[in-house]
Nanobody, 119 residues
Framework: QVQLVESGGGLVQPGESLRLSCAAS????????MGWYRQAPGKERELVAT??????NYADSVKGRFTIARDNAKNTVYLQMNSLKPEDTAVYYC??????????????WGQGTQVTVSS
């Protein structure tokens, strides 16, 4: 069974930084896209950043402030968030397209980690 486990959320002040991590585990054969989404209270879940073999994609609202990176050897994706703003406050979810030995290709979500930016 495939699982995505996030870590690294927390409470920070505007202008500060956080680094999120998401590790995939289980009977993994291959991973295609990995990425981060977020959902603020009362809003729909939105894409933050994704990384595939083809390249990297960022939401306009985080370009120049957030950096996504992937460690294929560890099946882990990171999100370095700098110059955080109050509007970045949300639950951040990890997402991945994973080929596992049991189910073939599937899309998986982590449980979410809270990021709060407030003075």
């Amino acid at each position: 069974q495939v699982q995505l486990v996030e870590s690294g959320g927390g409470l920070v002040q505007p202008g500060e930084s956080l680094r999120l991590s998401c590790a995939a585990s289980g009977n993994i054969v291959s991973i295609n896209a990995m990425g981060w989404y977020r959902q603020a209270p009362g809003k729909e879940r939105e894409l933050v950043a994704t990384v595939t073999r083809a390249g990297i994609n960022y939401a306009d609202s985080v370009k120049g402030r957030f950096t996504i990176a992937r460690d294929n050897a560890k099946n882990t994706v990171y999100l370095q968030m700098n110059s955080l703003k109050p509007e970045d406050t949300a639950v951040y979810y990890c997402n991945a397209d994973i080929f596992s030995g049991a189910i073939a290709w599937g899309n998986y979500w982590g449980q979410g980690t809270q990021v709060t930016v407030s003075s």
